[in-house]
């Protein structure tokens, strides 16, 4: 099977940084795309990022300019640096790895995997 455990929530204030990572483990042959979404206390969740196994990135407008995701597909590790942090930031962030190719025994299997989410605070 595959795991997908996100690190690297916390509090932090406002105009702060934080960067989480993410990493994803078991028998596993590619992953298409890797990304980050949030959500928030009351709200459904959204995406935040999107980087592919070529490097193409995507980004919500909201995020545009203060985050950026970043990849390495030989860890199987996504990353996102967040700055200039604000309140509104302030939700559950879960890593997302998409077109994940995987070994269980002698068959090759695909699918898509959440982590469990990290809590992101930015509170004064």
């Known amino acids: 099977q595959v795991q997908v455990v996100e690190s690297g929530g916390g509090l932090v204030q406002p105009g702060g940084s934080l960067r989480l990572s993410c990493a994803a483990s078991?028998?596993?042959?590619?992953?298409?795309?890797m990304g980050w979404y949030r959500q928030a206390p009351r709200k459904q969740r959204e995406l935040v990022a999107i980087?592919?196994?070529?490097?193409?990135?995507t980004y919500v407008n909201f995020v545009k300019g203060r985050f950026t995701i970043s990849r390495d597909n030989a860890k199987n590790t996504v990353y996102l640096q967040m700055n200039s942090l604000k309140p509104e930031d302030t939700a559950v962030y879960y890593c997302?790895?998409?077109?994940?190719?995987?070994?269980?025994?002698?068959?090759?299997?695909?699918?898509?995997?959440w982590g469990q989410g990290t809590q992101v605070t930015v509170s004064s």
């Open positions: 980087i592919t196994s070529a490097g193409t990135t």
């Open positions: 078991g028998s596993i042959f590619s992953i298409n795309a």
């Open positions: 997302n790895a998409d077109g994940v190719t995987y070994y269980s025994g002698p068959y090759r299997y695909a699918g898509e995997f």
